[in-house]
Nanobody, 120 residues
Framework: QVQLVESGGGLVQAGGSLTLSCAAS????????MGWYRQAPGKQRELVAV???????DYLDSLEGRFTISRDNAKNTVYLQMNSLKPEDTAVYYC??????????????WGQGTQVTVSS
């Protein structure tokens, strides 16, 4: 059994910053890619940022360098530092991880989601 627990969402004014965290726990042998997705009301879920086990990162083009994804492999945790937030960043943010456990190889797991609201 694997759990992803997110934290750090909230309400912030435009131009402000937030840092999201997502900690994975359970019978984990290896965590491959970890990422953050978001889903705004009435829109499809989209990939915001991803980081491989080796630290290679990729971002949604429209972010214009405002977000930074990082991970602490010793803590099985991924972070998303969000700066210069805009109202259009308002969404539920979901953590995702490709995890190999003691019994199953390479399965996608999702967090419960954390709300980020940016006021104008």
């Amino acid at each position: 059994q694997v759990q992803l627990v997110e934290s750090g969402g909230g309400l912030v004014q435009a131009g402000g910053s937030l840092t999201l965290s997502c900690a994975a726990s359970g019978s984990i042998l290896r965590i491959n890619a970890m990422g953050w997705y978001r889903q705004a009301p009435g829109k499809q879920r989209e990939l915001v940022a991803v980081i491989t086990s080796r630290g290679t990162t990729d971002y949604l083009d429209s972010l214009e360098g405002r977000f930074t994804i990082s991970r602490d492999n010793a803590k099985n945790t991924v972070y998303l530092q969000m700066n210069s937030l805009k109202p259009e960043d308002t969404a539920v943010y979901y953590c995702n991880a490709d995890i190999t456990t003691t019994t199953i190889r390479g399965v996608d797991y999702w967090g419960q989601g954390t709300q980020v609201t940016v006021s104008s």
